[in-house]
């Protein structure tokens, strides 16, 4: 049976991928080059479900169920926040950026993961907390109090009007995403 890995995504335009990429050499300037693998900026996303491996026969469903269920739900505006490690301090497995508000991040990703169990995709368990990897760990030898230290630039803030179901494809050694669907959000309620 065919699978495809794929997840359910915020993009950025490429206003925030510029911004982003700025401050990551920033950070690239202060953290061992062999201590953090960073993500590629124009790669960057706010993951909001993570489908795993699908049987393509069940793409066409997802799809469509996932946007009957979005068709109301309204446009907003994130930002950018405080640099943290992901998912704890004391376990980090990234360096990431917090995003406020958290709030419809949660509720689209809830209203996502009820489909998406409704057609027995099995879902994430632990509870949905909004963040943007920038850099996977690779040794966990940095000392937790440097990101106390860091300061982080203001971010425009960025209009969400869509949702994308985004493949992930192993390619010449890394990850490489395209995007399957996009959904859009009601327009004219960004704030």
Known sequence: ???????????????THVELANYLHALQEVFSPDCIRWVQPEKMHITLQFLGNLPQAQLMQVTENVRTALTNQPAFQLELGHLEWFPTAHRPKVVS?????EAPLAKLSATMGNV?????????TRPFRAHLTLGRLMRNKIPKELLKTMT???FSP?????I?????RP?????NYYSLAEFK??????S
Not at 164 to 168: A, K, Q, R, T, V
């Open 116 to 124: 998406l169990i409704s057609l027995n995709v099995p879902i994430e």
């Open 97 to 101: 950026l917090g995003i406020q508000p």
């Open 164 to 168: 994308y179901l985004i493949e992930s």
């Open 1 to 15: 049976m065919h699978t495809l890995r794929v997840f359910f995504a915020i993009l950025f335009p490429s206003k």
């Open 152 to 154: 982080v630039p203001v």
């Open 185 to 190: 959000l009601l327009a004219g309620m960004v």
């Open 158 to 162: 960025i209009n969400v009007t869509k």
């Open 171 to 175: 390619e010449k050694g890394e990850q």
